[in-house]
């Protein structure tokens, strides 16, 4: 029985610590009959089971390219876009062309398998039209779409892709965040 116990404390520290790295900043993050987590703070939860309390406390250390933290109000500002790349040379812009005017900031490729981040200074709706009109003629096996936000997974040309569109806030003039990923 105690080593059940221990087991189903440490099943619940994980818990804890997940629901607190995902929730916002309302005080109940979730409930149950015998277990409550409550966010005190921005770095704090505690979670009581059948009377006992653990208290959980979760430092973190503010990005430093421009980047600001308060105890009592998130002030994160945007960040300069520092990070700035380029296509390589055989990439297929035909196939999964990036959006125009977009600042690519990562890219990863081996063989026939990319992955391409970019941020564009359009709106998402903006993004998420031309993309839709890109996929016109792929083989769409799962789609989301929401006002700021795209997902897509599917075949087109050969390629199994992933897209994801979504709107941000992370940079300084960058309205959406755009991410490729395919392989042959």
Not at 86 to 91: C, K, Q, R, S
Not at 122 to 129: E, G, N, W
Not at 140 to 153: G, K, N, P, Q
């Amino acid at each position: 029985m105690l080593k059940k116990s221990g087991i189903i404390l440490c099943i619940l520290l994980s818990l804890v610590l997940t629901v607190m790295a995902c929730s916002g900043d309302g005080k109940t993050v979730s409930s149950t009959s015998s277990v409550t987590t409550t966010r005190t703070n921005q770095n704090a939860v505690t979670t009581t089971k059948s009377g006992t309390a653990l208290s959980v406390t979760v430092t973190s250390t503010p990005a430093t390219s421009g980047a600001s933290f308060d105890e009592e109000k998130d002030t994160t500002q945007p960040a300069e876009l520092s990070v700035k790349t380029t296509l390589p040379a055989d990439y297929p812009k035909s196939v999964f062309p990036v959006y125009s005017g977009s600042q690519v900031a990562e890219v990863m490729y081996s063989g026939n398998s990319y992955s391409v981040v970019a941020y564009s200074e359009a709106p998402v709706s903006d993004v998420i039209k031309f993309y839709k009109d890109v996929l016109k003629n792929a083989s769409v096996m799962s789609e989301t779409e929401e006002a700021t936000h795209f997902e897509s997974f599917g075949m087109k040309d050969g390629y199994t892709y992933t897209i994801s569109i979504g709107e941000t806030g992370e940079y300084k003039g960058f309205k959406t965040e755009l991410w490729l990923t395919f392989y042959k």
